[in-house]
């Protein structure tokens, strides 16, 4: 507030000294000018707070409430989430890894002083005394690089899978959650304008009382009537907060934020057939690739391991340098060549590794065969209840939803014409009241099971955009 009047104050003092410039003064026009100067920079600087000031409130009013959409939540959760950033870590780490498994062993150099005679320690006093220059390699049997290679390939690919299967699970999550808080302000929409219908109906109830046409239970059966339903908000708002807090922890945002609303689910008519969708989960299952990866690695692992059985080389080669001798005879210098080998055979065989990888495949197999028929098994459950509910939401959408309104409709002219009384009033509108709440449960039942679908076949197959 002072600083506001101080401002004020300048703006006023600015003007005042502008006002007192005349004829008799105009020696003293420079200074009158950089006064001018002076107030309109106060001027501009002030416009600019205030322009910072008005940002940082529709900032803030941002923070506080803001609209939701499925799709750039998906986004923003998937950008956020900690545990997909390590995993991806991983997966760089791996890729690394596998790029490494395929290269030779580094070569070794040594250096060495070979007959040096410890009476004089002199170079020239022996033929036999030399410095020897030594490189070595070692080179794996043919075939076992490429092995380990597609060992480490493989290895990668399944971290690569398992971050898609984080991935999957976090969109399938955030689905999930938004569908709630959509039945929630849905059904929070639906006794709103149930109780407004109400309030209608106890304003009939009261004239018919009123003209002794009718009762006075009547309006307090409606007053009843409309307690509950104000009861109802005040559980659907904690059930609203409850859904809000479980979207903003998905999204790693503050949970205290208000989500003021959310996009309209709109049921797309997309044919689901058994047989296309566990085409899709065979070719795009996180889980079931996860699988399928590891029963390939392991058989890799395994022709590996009888490759164990076949000895590596070991190639080298040295120059030795020798000092002429002490009455001056010139001594030449030698060059060597060796090959070594090891006898992996020799003290044994090593079937227990060939043994270990081959129950590590028949276990893989079995694992991967019952992940498949569990996947193909929930495929044709869900795609049953999918059935269901849109059978359902058809039946709901051009029958039993425009009969309730209209059967609301006619009993309340009957009921101010006389012709019924307040009960069969009451029980019309709570009948429509039921299936209208009934009618988006069933909604979000549908995509749910949807987003479950999605989930195991590991693409989306709702016709939404799915490139996340």
């Known amino acids: 507030m002072n600083l506001c009047c101080n401002i004020k104050y300048s703006f006023v003092a600015a003007k005042r000294k502008l006002c007192?410039?005349?004829?008799?003064?105009?020696?003293?026009?420079?200074?009158?000018?950089?006064?001018?100067?002076?107030?309109?920079?106060?001027?501009?600087?002030?416009?600019?707070?205030?322009?910072?000031?008005?940002?940082?409130?529709?900032?803030?009013?941002?923070?506080?409430?803001?609209?939701?959409?499925?799709?750039?939540?998906?986004?923003?959760?998937i950008a956020n989430n900690p545990e997909l950033k390590m995993i991806s870590k991983k997966l760089e780490s791996s890729k690394i890894k596998a790029s490494k498994m395929g290269v030779l062993d580094e070569p070794r150099f040594g250096i060495g002083f070979l007959n040096l005679p410890v009476s004089s320690f002199s170079f020239g006093?022996?033929?036999?005394?030399?410095?020897?220059?030594?490189?070595?390699?070692?080179?794996?049997?043919?075939?076992?690089?490429?092995?380990?290679?597609?060992?480490?390939?493989?290895?990668?690919?399944?971290?690569?899978?398992?971050?898609?299967?984080?991935?999957?699970?976090?969109?399938?999550?955030?689905?999930?959650?938004?569908?709630?808080?959509?039945?929630?302000?849905?059904?929070?929409?639906?006794?709103?304008?149930?109780?407004?219908?109400?309030?209608?109906?106890?304003?009939?109830?009261?004239?018919?009382?009123?003209?002794?046409?009718?009762?006075?239970?009547?309006?307090?059966?409606?007053?009843?009537?409309?307690?509950?339903?104000?009861?109802?908000?005040?559980?659907l708002e904690q059930k609203?907060?409850?859904?809000e807090a479980q979207i903003n922890t998905l999204l790693f945002r503050n949970t205290e934020i208000s989500i003021s609303g959310v996009e309209e689910v709109t049921k797309i008519k997309s044919e689901l057939t058994f047989g296309t969708i566990k085409q899709t989960a065979i070719e795009n299952s996180p889980l079931l690739k996860l699988?399928?990866?590891?029963?390939?690695?392991?058989?890799?692992?395994?022709?590996?391991?009888?490759?164990?059985?076949?000895?590596?080389?070991?190639?080298?080669?040295?120059?030795?340098?020798?000092?002429s001798a002490i009455d001056g005879t010139k001594r030449n210098d030698m060059f060597s060549i060796m090959l070594a080998v090891n006898l992996p055979f020799l003290w044994g065989p090593k079937?227990?590794?060939?043994?270990?990888?081959?129950?590590?495949?028949?276990?893989?197999?079995?694992?991967?065969?019952?992940?498949?028929?569990?996947?193909?098994?929930?495929?044709?459950?869900i795609l049953s209840e999918i059935e269901k509910a849109d059978?359902?939401?058809?039946?709901?959408?051009?029958?039993?939803?425009?009969?309730?309104?209209?059967?609301?409709?006619?009993?309340?002219?009957?009921?101010?014409?006389?012709?019924?009384?307040?009960?069969?009033?009451?029980?019309?509108q709570r009948t429509l009241y039921k299936y209208e709440v009934e009618n988006y449960n069933i909604i979000v039942e549908y995509e749910k099971n949807l987003a479950t679908l999605e989930f195991i076949a590991g693409k989306n197959i709702g016709g939404k955009d799915d490139k996340f």
């Open 351 to 381: 079937s227990y590794e060939v043994d270990s990888t081959k129950i590590e495949i028949d276990e893989a197999q079995a694992n991967y065969d019952s992940i498949k028929n569990e996947i193909f098994y929930m495929i044709k459950d």
């Open 125 to 235: 006093e022996m033929d036999e005394t030399m410095k020897e220059f030594k490189f070595m390699q070692m080179f794996p049997f043919p075939g076992k690089l490429s092995l380990r290679e597609q060992v480490g390939i493989f290895e990668s690919d399944i971290v690569n899978e398992e971050y898609r299967q984080k991935k999957n699970e976090i969109m399938y999550k955030v689905k999930t959650s938004y569908y709630e808080l959509y039945l929630v302000l849905k059904s929070v929409e639906i006794v709103k304008k149930n109780k407004d219908l109400l309030g209608e109906i106890i304003k009939i109830a009261n004239a018919k009382y009123l003209s002794s046409d009718g009762l006075q239970g009547d309006v307090l059966r409606a007053q009843v009537e409309f307690a509950q339903m104000m009861n109802e908000l005040i559980m």
């Open 20 to 77: 007192y410039i005349s004829p008799s003064n105009l020696g003293n026009y420079k200074k009158s000018r950089a006064s001018l100067c002076s107030y309109i920079n106060i001027k501009k600087t002030l416009i600019i707070i205030l322009i910072f000031l008005i940002s940082q409130a529709v900032i803030l009013a941002a923070d506080e409430t803001s609209k939701l959409s499925l799709l750039p939540a998906i986004k923003e959760a």
């Open 391 to 428: 059978r359902m939401l058809n039946l709901f959408e051009t029958g039993i939803l425009p009969q309730a309104k209209q059967v609301l409709e006619i009993t309340k002219a009957n009921y101010q014409s006389g012709k019924v009384d307040f009960l069969a009033l009451l029980d019309a």
């Open 291 to 323: 699988s399928d990866f590891n029963l390939k690695r392991n058989e890799i692992a395994h022709s590996l391991a009888k490759k164990e059985y076949f000895p590596d080389f070991d190639l080298g080669v040295a120059y030795s340098q020798r000092d």
């Open 240 to 243: 609203r907060k409850t859904a």
